[in-house]
């Protein structure tokens, strides 16, 4: 019996052991006060390829970037996604999740919301790809070329162009840049896929085809973008090689 009750009492205790590894696991509060090292914003848009940012596209650019001692700053919405799926049927949910907290799964926390935050402060952005590109920062999935953009999505992308301030788009992304952006031609890259690039062309950008664990640069607009699982038939190493070459054409622009 005293020993059933001490191991009871050790299982009580998890949720505290726990709690506290959380806390100190959690990304550290980022600075953005002068004289910091270069910072980029990290556009997110939930956690999961089908409903989401793909993971390992966004944590490979996590990695390229903190490498280099670039300090990383998460943004989001405040929103709900549109949809919540099981990533191991592909069957939709009965479920509302918010993308601030989703997002944050990826990032360990820290997450800045995108309507709030002060991203002038920001020298580069980065948006990984995944299906919350077309679903939660837009509605591409749901509307094609008659697709708008999230308002504060937008307004980014905008500030960022404006100021002469690099963009790395991955995978589906550049659909969102092709249509925030598409007066000033963008060169951008979604691989070989004929249909997405077909929209690209509408919204008045110029696509470019581009082999597997490589980037497209274009120097007039400081845009570089990878196709990485544009690529069905990709893997990890291509999309992590394409994703470094992203980073460093952006770094070096």
């Known amino acids: 019996m005293n020993a059933l009750l001490r191991k009871s009492r050790v299982v009580l205790s998890m949720p505290k052991i726990l709690l506290v590894f959380q806390k100190k696991s959690l990304r550290k509060k980022i600075s953005t006060k002068k004289g910091d090292r270069m910072k980029c914003g990290l556009l997110l848009s939930g956690c999961g390829f089908q409903d989401g940012s793909e993971i390992q596209e966004s944590v490979f650019s996590i990695h390229s970037l903190e490498k280099r ?5 998460p943004l989001s919405l405040n929103n709900y996604q549109h949809r919540v799926t099981n990533h191991n049927t592909g069957e939709n949910l009965l479920e509302t999740r918010n993308l601030l907290i989703e997002s944050a799964r990826i990032s360990r926390g820290q997450v800045e919301d995108l309507e709030k935050f002060d991203y002038s402060s920001l020298d580069f952005l980065v948006i990984p790809g995944g299906f919350g590109c077309a679903l939660n920062l837009s509605d591409y999935g749901l509307k094609g070329i008659q697709m708008s953009l999230n308002h504060h999505v937008e307004k980014i992308i905008k500030h960022f162009h404006a100021n002469k301030k690099p963009i790395g788009a991955v995978c589906i992304a550049p659909i969102l840049l092709a249509k925030a952006l598409g007066s000033y031609q963008p ?18 950008a110029q696509p470019k085809k581009c082999l597997q664990g490589s980037c497209v640069l274009d120097k007039n607009n400081k845009i570089v973008s990878t196709p990485a699982y544009m690529y069905a038939n990709t893997n990890s190493v291509f999309v992590a090689q394409g994703i470094e070459k992203m980073i460093e054409a952006l770094v070096s622009g």
Do not use: M, R
């Not at 060169?187 to 509408?202: A, H, Q, Y």
């Open 69 to 73: 001692n670039i300090h990383v700053v």
């Open 187 to 204: 060169i951008l890259t979604v691989g070989d896929d004929k249909e997405v690039e077909s929209c690209l062309e509408t919204f008045g």
